[in-house]
């Protein structure tokens, strides 16, 4: 059933520079799309938002605003659902610190993050925060699978206007460094539950002395899901990073960490905060006492420790020797001094391992020279994606853009599938014993042995979107006759099991032929093998590597997987239309307040948009709709065509000129199509005068670059100063309304 108070489509409210490109392009989505009697309403999802609707006993009547993401998950599971989604901040504890600070400073009184919650009232207030950390929207709104790919046009013009790409060396030192042992694949177990034991689980921790701890209860498990139980040994996780850091020396090369600490909320900020007290062990060593009484939290990051430390003369000068006998350190910006282990949410795996490999396998040492690195990611289950690369572009040079197919993704993700749901049941090891699922029929479904400190954790996959998941693929394999490949291994316990659906799934299709089955190493280099010989495959994955891979070939394909077409088909009928990544957004931001120049390039909301009006136009059976989501597609190609996308220079056009373009585009196509004359009618006069105005709009766009711009918030923008530095051209504003 169709909500009829809801908009016509909801157009996210995010963070950072896709919320600055918005403050421009929703006025004109919603002022194009009024013309077919279609409203476009938006939702906050921003770090922000979802702050503040956590806490409205803390704000007053005024302030107080309702719990869009709530909503938003209800509405995702309704037919009528058409969700334009925008990437958002997954807040690691330093950004949610941060944005609490910022709330507070506008006035907000809201309660401290607590970093060692002591009493019972700390201690809830933490675990409300909590919620919010990582990857807190996307398991809410993703309830269908991924269907991921580059759009034509995009395609079309990389090919035509290839990016830059690194040299590949056959004698690169670049490498990838994981775990060989104690890491989450080797602990991996799995299994289908049955019906009998269905039901409500619980996870608990026996200690040494048989006393039971339940972590978590009511843990609902139906039939058919697959459950898993995983757990990192930090006693080999250490040893491991104390031998990379030490080889990394011997080879000569960089040291980088490679981490998801954003959307792994519970598990990566743990593995990050060894990697820096590995980094800095004789500074703990030798100043443990101090550190604690300072407050440091490895977990927080180099930077967080620095500030707390900064006064204390020796542990700064045991940092400054130390540093001087280290190997090189990979820098997230060489001219600041940040370096890898500055911030847990700095270096994100899934955009900076992409940008080493485009890069020839180069990363910036803090002199800002280039050079190998070691790229440790201490868990082998996905690491091997960018391993395998690294040798296939060592071998055979750097992609060629100019001739490259393209590598799609069919990813399962409904419905919280996998580790990217599993931050409920992600614990780290208070002391040595078992930790233990049971099943609601008193089974014990998995155990491990743990020691303190270790991570435990526990996911799954419900049978419903694994088989939507596969349908999916056929789906698309039908429609491209393209090479298509499961991900999967079958020596982990996770992928076995899948592999049990994947199978007899394919044999009931008569499409078994239509497919293979490859462990992500050999996957990686079949894909590569076919995109360097200008053919196409479809990568059907699960759920982190689809994050993984739609980074990854995007980047090397595109350039940026900000321009990706990302469909996600709702399970009950409604359509979710993500818009790319937004892993370099927070220098386009530092950019903008510096320069007033915005570089975002608003690619990916330009494809979703077109998507969302199609999907609307068939589904409300709303013909006007049609119309103006080919015009939008047709402006997309305009975009590309004459490249209007941003510049990354100030002085140069930026995203408000990009904007600018693609309104003017979209009204010409509008007002030359001959499906709808009232359309045309309506849009002639407004192409006319974005027309005829193109010089005094430019002018007034350029005019305010060059100087600081205010926003009135990094995490909570003041809307009238957003407007103003986003929508700066009166003539535009003028013709637009």
């Not at 609902?220 to 491991?240: H, N, Q, R």
Request: overall charge negative.
């Amino acid at each position: 059933m169709v909500d009829t108070n809801s908009p016509d489509i909801i157009y996210t409210k995010v963070d950072e520079a896709p919320e600055l490109a918005s403050a421009s392009l929703l006025p004109i989505i919603q002022r194009f799309a009024a013309s077919a009697d279609i409203t476009v309403g938006t939702k906050d999802i921003s770090l922000a938002g979802r702050i503040l609707a956590t806490f409205p006993e803390n704000l007053t009547e005024d302030q107080r605003i309702s719990d869009d993401l709530a909503e938003l998950g209800n509405l995702v599971k309704t037919p009528g659902a058409n969700v334009i989604k925008l990437p958002n901040i997954s807040a690691s504890v330093p950004q949610l610190v941060a944005a609490i600070e910022e709330l507070q400073s506008q006035g907000y009184a809201l309660p401290d993050y607590p970093e060692d919650p002591a009493t019972d009232a700390e201690k809830t207030i933490r675990a409300r925060y909590d919620s919010i950390k990582g990857s807190a929207v996307n398991p809410v709104l993703r309830e269908g699978n991924s269907d991921r790919r580059s759009a034509r046009a995009v395609k079309n013009y990389a090919q035509k206007n290839p990016h830059s790409m690194g040299k590949w060396e056959s004698t690169s030192k670049t490498k990838v460094s994981s775990m060989s042992d104690g890491d989450f694949y080797a602990n991996e177990v799995s299994a289908t539950i049955t019906d009998a034991q269905a039901g409500n689980a619980k996870i608990e921790f026996v200690a040494k002395d048989g006393s039971i701890t339940v972590l978590k209860d009511g843990w609902a498990l139906e039939p058919g899901t697959i459950a898993d139980a995983t757990f990192m040994s930090v006693k080999a996780l250490d040893a491991f990073l104390s031998d990379a850091i030490q080889d990394t020396k011997s080879d000569g090369t960089m040291f980088s960490l490679h981490l998801k600490a954003t959307m792994m909320k519970v598990s990566d900020p743990i593995i990050f905060g060894h990697a820096v007290k590995a980094w800095l062990a004789p500074v703990f060593e030798k100043f443990g006492a101090e550190l604690d009484a300072a407050g440091v939290n490895p977990n927080s990051g180099m930077g967080d420790l620095l500030e707390r430390v900064r006064d204390n003369a020796a542990i700064m000068a045991e940092i400054d020797a130390l540093t001087a006998v280290r190997p090189a350190m990979y820098m997230v910006d060489s001219d600041k001094g940040i370096t890898n282990l500055h911030v847990p949410s700095d270096v994100i795996i899934d955009a900076s391992m992409p940008a080493v490999i485009r890069a020839g396998g180069k990363g910036w040492d803090a002199a800002g020279k280039k050079g190998d690195t070691n790229c440790v990611i201490p868990d082998r289950c996905y690491a091997t994606v960018y391993d395998e690369a690294i040798n296939f572009f060592k071998a055979n040079g750097a992609l060629d853009v100019a001739t490259a197919g393209s590598v799609a993704n069919v990813g399962l993700m409904a419905q919280k599938a996998e580790e990217y749901g599993s931050h409920p049941t992600t614990f780290e090891a208070a002391a040595d014993g078992v930790i233990r699922i049971v099943l609601a029929n008193g089974e014990t479904l998995h155990s491990h042995n743990v020691n303190a400190g270790d991570i435990w954790r526990a996911c799954t996959a419900k049978k419903a979107p694994i088989e939507n998941w596969i349908e999916l693929a056929l789906d698309r394999q039908r429609l491209t006759g393209s090479e298509s490949i499961f991900w999967l291994d079958a020596n982990r316990a996770h992928d076995a099991e899948l592999i049990k659906y994947v199978k007899p799934a394919l044999q009931a299709a008569g499409a078994a032929d239509k497919f293979q089955i490859m462990a992500p190493r050999e996957a990686t280099a079949q894909s590569l093998k076919t995109i360097t010989a200008g053919k196409d495959s479809i990568a059907i994955t699960g759920n982190v590597l689809r994050d993984y891979l739609t980074d990854l070939f995007p980047i090397l394909e595109l350039g940026t997987s900000a321009k990706m077409l990302s469909i996600v088909k709702l399970m009950n009928g409604g359509g979710l239309f993500e818009t790319g990544a937004g892993g370099s957004a927070p220098k386009h931001v530092q950019q903008l307040m510096e320069e007033n120049h915005l570089r975002w390039d608003s690619m990916g909301e330009f494809c979703a948009l077109g998507e969302s009006l199609n999907f609307l136009a068939e589904a409300r059976k709303n013909a006007r709709a049609r119309v103006l989501g080919q015009a939008a597609e047709a402006a997309t190609q305009g975009i590309l065509d004459n490249n209007r996308s941003p510049s990354r220079k100030v002085g140069e056009p930026d995203n408000r000129d990009s904007h600018y373009w693609f309104a003017r585009y979209w009204a010409e196509a509008l007002a030359t199509q001959t499906e709808d004359t009232g359309l045309a009618q309506e849009f002639a006069p407004v192409a006319k005068a974005l027309a005829e105005n193109e010089a005094k709009i430019t002018s007034e766009l350029a005019a305010v670059q060059g100087h600081p711009a205010d926003t009135g918030g990094y995490y909570n923008a003041d809307a009238a100063k957003l407007a103003a530095v986003m929508r700066p051209s009166s003539t535009l504003n003028d013709i637009i309304g």
